[in-house]
């Protein structure tokens, strides 16, 4: 038929006709299924597709375009992936969402886009599975992802490397110009990351420039460019697009090269703190409960997961803390009143305003801002008021959570720590209630909340405490704050200007 209209028209009526037929076929493809809940409003379809010509950081875009309609209706239907899903912020809706995983299934990109760049690079994992893959995963990595750390010595070595470092950078700079502290902290937490769960030490922090690492800034770049985070469907034909093709050649080689510094790493005496993720996988490898690609998903999964959400946090804290001297200050005279130098794990968890300021910095830098993972597995009423099809993609935006005013009070948008409370004690109760209610769900909430947190925060702890033991730090005048514009949050390219403390 094409052929025929083509045929009998002339050259300039034959584009025309071509844009018209695009045209029907993009306004096809992208139209909002009649299915989709009604009594929620839909966010414009160009609003997610900001990124392909413009470079808002995602707090602006939530400001402009999310945040009216999700504070008064709870939920929106929103393009992502190459298709529409409901995102959902208003916390009785989530804790409705996060309690049923029955009907809420986990289900990422290896359900919803198992041929694309993404799939491939993170496959069927914890936190991705569903039910009886789920359980079993769970069985086995738990052990090793909760393990309670007594020593604090390994982490506070790297972070130690980590303060070293950047103030050599500094040095080289001259006082003009703030080191870009990115690249350091990746490293960092890839170290960190490496002798905790790995059993390794991948000597990130010490030997720049490795290409484990270096391959990390790649997949990254890779996994958040806009147009094909926007429609995976591209990544189908990768012959055509041959940056994809590229891609999921360098998603094989991580992959590889992780499976195979794993299997050389030394092997030493067994340490106070027990088995590792990794140990528990090879046995559960060896033992045939996981195949090899179960175990490949996992560890790499582990890798990704364990040091690039702190990785977007510690980002996160020279600039707030940069810009805000005053709580910088406060935060370390407590650091400074313990009188220690080699705090011991007891000695950073007795500190509330440690504790407060690394909430704070996560509620309102959530690095995982939004995820629509989820899928409904019949049809559900979210919160007993958004009646959603079967076979829904949903999900949510803790950023979005995170700032509303009715939710968190008219403060809301500022960063006061002392919201948390002012001995542990009642922070950790805070933290408990906020969570179990979904006002704070940096860490997700309810059954599949996240593994890794208590590592987290101790990770945190350790650093923030080295940290401002030992320098002082400015944003660079220079710099101007904008945060990313999709996937991670965390501000772009920021650059702090670092003063070692007299001693
Ligand atoms: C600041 C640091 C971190 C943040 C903000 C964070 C956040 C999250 C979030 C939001 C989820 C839920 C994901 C979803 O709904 O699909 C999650 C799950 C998970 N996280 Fe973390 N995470 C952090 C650090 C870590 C670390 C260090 C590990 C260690 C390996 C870890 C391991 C996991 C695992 C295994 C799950 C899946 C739990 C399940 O589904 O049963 N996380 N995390
Ligand atoms: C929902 O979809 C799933 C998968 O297609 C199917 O197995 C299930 O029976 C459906 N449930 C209902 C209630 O339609
Ligand atoms: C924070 O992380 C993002 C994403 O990896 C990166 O592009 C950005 O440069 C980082 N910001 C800082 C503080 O350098």
Redesign the pocket.
């Known amino acids: 038929m094409y052929q025929w209209i083509l045929g009998h028209i002339t050259w300039p009526r034959g584009i025309l006709g071509l844009i018209l037929v695009s045209l029907l076929a993009l306004y096809w493809f992208t139209r909002v299924p009649s299915s989709m809940p009604r009594n929620i409003p839909t966010v414009p379809i160009y609003i997610s597709l900001l990124g392909l010509w413009s470079d808002m950081g995602q707090d602006d875009i939530y400001d402009r375009w999310l945040r009216e309609p999700l504070e008064r209706y709870g939920a929106v239907k929103i393009w992502f992936a190459g298709r529409w899903n409901v995102l959902a912020t208003r916390p009785s809706f989530l804790v409705d969402m996060f309690r049923h995983e029955d009907v809420y299934a986990?289900a990422?990109s290896q359900k919803k886009i198992p041929w694309s760049v993404i799939a491939s690079l993170v496959g069927d994992n914890?936190?991705?599975s569903h039910g009886e893959t789920?359980r079993l995963y769970?069985s086995i990595?738990k052990p090793g992802?909760q393990r309670r750390i007594t020593d604090s010595r390994p982490l506070l070595e790297k972070s130690r490397k980590f303060v070293d470092i950047i103030l050599e950078e500094q040095q080289i700079l001259g006082p003009d110009r703030g080191v870009l502290v990115n690249p350091i902290i990746q490293r960092w937490a890839i170290s960190c990351?490496g002798i905790h769960?790995m059993d390794v030490d991948l000597e990130a922090i010490e030997r720049p420039g490795q290409r484990l690492e270096v391959l990390q800034t790649i997949i990254k770049m890779t996994l958040f460019h806009p147009l094909f985070f926007n429609f995976p469907q591209l990544d189908r034909y990768p012959y055509i697009f041959r940056q994809r093709k590229v891609a999921f050649g360098i998603m094989q080689e991580f992959g590889d090269l992780l499976c195979e510094t794993v299997k050389q790493r030394p092997s030493h005496d067994e340490t106070a703190d027990g088995d590792q993720?990794v140990d528990y996988l090879d046995r559960a490898l060896k033992e045939g409960r996981i195949t090899e690609e179960q175990y490949r998903a996992n560890l790499k999964?582990?890798f990704l997961?364990?040091?690039e959400?702190?990785q977007?946090?510690l980002n996160s804290t020279f600039w707030v803390l940069g810009q805000n001297q005053d709580i910088q200050q406060r935060l370390r005279a407590e650091i400074l009143a313990t009188g220690e130098e080699d705090p011991s794990t007891e000695l950073v968890h007795s500190l509330p305003y440690l504790f407060a300021v690394i909430l704070e910095l996560?509620r309102l830098y959530?690095?995982?801002s939004q995820?629509i993972?989820?899928v409904t597995t019949s049809v559900a009423v979210l919160g007993g008021k958004v009646a959603i099809p079967n076979r829904t993609w949903v999900g949510w935006n803790?950023f979005g959570v995170h700032t509303d005013l009715s939710v968190w009070g008219s403060d809301a948008r500022e960063f006061n720590p002392d919201r948390w409370g002012k001995d542990v004690k009642s922070i950790q109760n805070t933290l408990r209630s906020k969570t179990t209610q979904c006002h704070f769900?940096?860490?997700?909430a309810h059954?599949?909340?996240?593994?890794?947190?208590g590592?987290?925060?101790l990770?945190?702890k350790i650093l923030l405490f080295e940290m401002l033991r030992r320098i002082e730090w400015t944003v660079d005048p220079q710099y101007e704050f904008k945060l990313t514009s999709g996937g991670i949050m965390a501000p772009l390219g920021l650059r702090a200007v670092i003063n070692e403390r007299s001693r």
């Open positions: 986990k990422g914890i936190i991705n789920w769970t990595m992802l990351m769960f993720v999964v582990t997961t364990a040091h959400n702190t977007q946090l996560l959530p690095p995982v995820l993972n989820r803790a769900i940096a860490f997700n059954s599949r909340k996240c593994l890794g947190q590592f987290a925060v990770q945190m």
